[in-house]
């Protein structure tokens, strides 16, 4: 009986998150290992599936990139990245396209066949992303920053009570896909949105004041404090454009930033649904926890 009185606790502990997020946008950036781990995946597209069935309106944008690479090699090409950009030449932005559609397709099927309601999209074919070439020292090919985000075929789906499933390529003004890193297309897609949150779903439990001991996690921080976090090493490599995500979502009126573990089971109920959460929440001022998570 005993088991059965803590599962009603937990839904208890869950209905004000519940109340307060129903009807509101939960943008979901999803990659890195836990795209590659099966239960972990399948964790994740169950707790899509429970947000929309409890009237929360997730939309997840997923990325690709050691897929990517790997599909690359198989060409007799090495991959390559200048200051974190994968260079992106004819070939390999193919192959981008390709891959992108196929983990899309791929994620799309299992939300279905888990018993929710997706449908795939593609940031350029659906005309969501619209980008110019990324201008950096050496030229890196196809890779983009978004110029404007046109959020209505999303939109669209998401008054349909359907997941939309949205790869990160954008569609530039002479008519080519450009690779769009996806925390970015994550962020500016909350904005566009007017998301009420936007979760970074990662390879490690969140901010670390010492990235070598999980147990360090910052679970709350302000924007201002940032910076410093950056200077002692305490954010940094892959974290650095994470926390500039963080940055441009919350600018543009989204509320919170959550930077999760997704290697995690059920992270995202978990940091959503419980008063303590399981990652770092990123907001515009430290103190600005609010209530629920």
Do not use: C, W
Request: charged residues 25%; hydrophobic residues 40%; without cysteine.
């Amino acid at each position: 009986m005993e088991q059965f009185i803590e599962k009603a606790d937990v839904l208890i502990e869950a209905l004000p998150y519940i109340r307060s997020f129903q009807g509101k946008v939960v943008v979901v950036k999803y990659g890195g290992a836990a795209l590659n781990q099966d239960e972990v995946r399948k964790s994740i597209f169950q707790d899509l599936i429970f947000m929309r069935l409890v009237g929360i309106r997730p939309v997840l944008i997923h990325g690709g990139g050691k897929e990517i690479s790997e599909e690359i090699r198989k060409l007799g090409k090495e991959p390559r990245f200048v200051a974190g950009l994968r260079v992106t030449d004819r070939e390999t932005i193919e192959v981008v396209e390709r891959t992108l559609g196929a983990i899309n397709q791929r994620i799309t099927e299992e939300v279905v066949q888990l018993g929710g309601r997706a449908r795939g999209m593609s940031g350029k074919e659906d005309k969501i992303f619209f980008a110019k070439k990324y201008e950096a020292q050496e030229d890196v090919g196809f890779v983009g920053r978004i110029t404007f985000v046109h959020a209505a075929p999303v939109e669209k789906v998401v008054r349909q009570n359907i997941i939309p499933i949205v790869t990160p390529l954008g569609l530039g003004q002479d008519g080519e896909a450009y690779n769009i890193n996806a925390d970015e297309a994550s962020a500016q897609l909350a904005v566009g949105l007017g998301a009420e949150k936007l979760v970074l779903l990662t390879d490690v439990a969140g901010i670390l004041k010492d990235p070598e001991n999980p147990a360090s996690l910052v679970t709350h921080v302000g924007l201002a404090e940032i910076p410093a976090l950056i200077e002692r090493g305490v954010v940094q490599d892959g974290m650095i454009p994470k926390t500039q995500s963080a940055s441009e979502a919350i600018a543009g009126g989204v509320k919170k930033v959550h930077v999760l573990d997704g290697r995690i089971k059920h992270s995202l109920l978990l940091e959503i649904f419980t008063d303590k959460g399981v990652g770092t929440e990123i907001v515009k001022e430290n103190g600005d926890t609010g209530t629920p998570r």
